[in-house]
């Protein structure tokens, strides 16, 4: 599967392969961990969240991991499919009401 | 059928008018949103409301007024559009503040010329 180490704004991967998205978060305070997916013309889609209070959590297709260490989440995708192929926003919570949104990373699946 | 809508989905207007972007949701939600998204700067919080009657600056609050008479409806309005108000527009609501998931309509296209 593809990686990549750092936040990049565009990732490639191979249809049946395993996807991961990483997203360095900024407040140490942050609580709350949600990644978006966004198809062209749409608005923002819920994936799935996480609390500080876990490292990782399990959805279908979809696991997100979060180090708090290295303020760092990411998003895995299994078996990527041609669908999948979209932009993809990691959002902190470091307040009580407001989002902070990272810069998007494009996924873009080949066949 | 249950959701978010944002109407209309594509606007263009001349500077100096005045604009109305409506935003209706049916899950009666506490909290709704206005953002808007340009490339290089991401989705940016523009007004939210916590419930009826109740709104607060986001951090782009400049140039725009909200109201939020009823829960299900939050309006956003350009009163003097510029240029630098094109933008992509986008509503979302949720059912406590930001550590639940919010869940956003289609957007706006909004061109201002």
């Known amino acids: 599967g593809e990686s990549v180490g750092l936040h990049l704004p565009t990732l490639s991967v191979q249809e049946g392969d395993n996807s991961i998205i990483n997203c360095a978060y900024s407040?140490?305070?942050?609580?709350?961990f949600i990644w978006y997916k966004q198809e062209s013309g749409k608005g923002p889609q819920f994936i799935i969240d996480?609390?500080?209070?876990?490292d990782k959590r399990q959805g279908q297709r979809v696991t997100v991991l979060l180090n708090k260490t290295v303020k760092h989440l990411s998003l895995q995708i299994a078996a990527t499919q041609p669908g999948d192929s979209a932009v993809y926003f990691c959002?902190?919570?470091?307040?009580?009401?407001?989002?902070?949104f990272g810069a998007g990373t494009t996924v873009t699946v080949r066949a | 059928d249950a959701g978010i809508t944002q109407s209309p989905r594509y606007k263009i207007t001349e500077t100096g008018r005045q604009v109305t972007l409506m935003c209706h949701q049916t899950?009666?939600?506490?909290?709704m949103f206005w953002y808007r998204q340009d490339l290089g700067h991401g989705l940016r919080l523009i007004y939210y409301?916590?419930?009826?009657?109740?709104?607060d600056k986001g951090e782009v609050p400049d140039g725009y007024v909200v109201s939020r008479s009823k829960t299900e409806n939050f309006p956003l309005t350009l009163e003097s559009a510029t240029r630098s108000q094109t933008s992509v527009y986008f509503c979302?609501?949720?059912?406590?503040?930001?550590?639940?998931?919010?869940?956003f309509g289609d957007g706006t296209r909004l061109s201002i010329l």
């Open positions: 979302a609501s949720s059912d406590q503040g930001a550590d639940q998931p919010q869940h």
């Open positions: 407040n140490s305070a942050s609580d709350y």
């Open positions: 996480i609390r500080s209070n876990m």
């Open positions: 959002a902190e919570n470091p307040n009580d009401y407001k989002l902070s």
């Open positions: 899950w009666s939600h506490s909290y």
């Open positions: 409301s916590a419930a009826a009657d109740i709104t």
